[in-house]
């Protein structure tokens, strides 16, 4: 009998330690990140069964392949999709359709990506590229960008809401261009003349971007050529402090991965929604 009474109380003491330290709720799933070329994040995806290498570009608004990308994708480009890049050039890029791609063991649909061969904007021995993926990708669901910890994390409602319990709420728009095809996240800067938005941009080595004609409402020399010391008080927990460069831009700003690597970023895709974090300290860099 004594055997037996200690055995109930341990059972029952299992449960009120499992009651306190529940599990929290999982993701749907996780896509791993690694570093390319050490300054933005890519990821291994297939393509029409093929093992591509793509980058991450949460900025980039609309996904695109590259011809040897479209290839993999037994795409034959057609029509052409019309859009700017921050700087102000105008992107004409040829089209394909309904571009399968299976990332993390998940099989994802982008329903118009552009054909574009980039290899152009990187050095001669970087890597060979199959795409780049924005977050057009990810329209309608919940995901949190962890570049220190080298993860894309797709959420459930629940796993959600335990990711943001703590974090702080900041204002957010989602430009949608390219005829409504393309999805660029932005975050509300406030100034003492007006709110401005700025990219998010994981795609990105600079850490901060200013357009020039707001510049002056952040403190920042307009003129000026060089890196100024910049400080965006996002919220009073929120303060990201970093060297900006000012040039004319089609945007008000752009935040890029040494910005964002210090963060852990969720974004709600189909209701507008943004929350930082700090990223964890001893998160993998």
Known sequence: MPKRR??????IAL????????????????????????AVPSMEVQVGGSPATVLLDTAGGLTVLTPGGADKAGC????????????????????????KLKVAGHSITIPEAGVWDFSKLMPKDAPPLDGSVA????????????LSGGHLIIETPASAKVRTAHATELPMRLAREV?????TPLVGVPTAKGKLW????CGSDGALIVNRAVAA???????ATHGQPANLALAPHVQLQAKAQVQDLVVDGNIGAPILREWIITMDLAHQRLWFSPAKPNAKR
């Open 15 to 38: 449960g009120a330690i499992g009651v306190s330290h529940a599990a929290e709720p999982a993701p749907a799933w996780v896509i791993p990140l690694t570093s390319y070329l050490g």
């Open 198 to 201: 700025f990219e998010l941009d």
């Open 179 to 183: 005829g409504g095809a393309s999805l």
């Open 135 to 146: 977050l057009d990708a990810f329209a309608g669901q919940v995901v949190t960008l962890d």
């Open 217 to 223: 409402a952040l403190g920042l020399d307009p003129a």
């Open 76 to 99: 034959e480009p057609w029509g052409r999709l019309s859009g700017m890049r921050m700087r102000g050039d105008r992107l004409d890029l040829p089209r394909c359709d309904g571009v």
């Open 6 to 11: 200690w055995s109930i109380a341990f059972v």
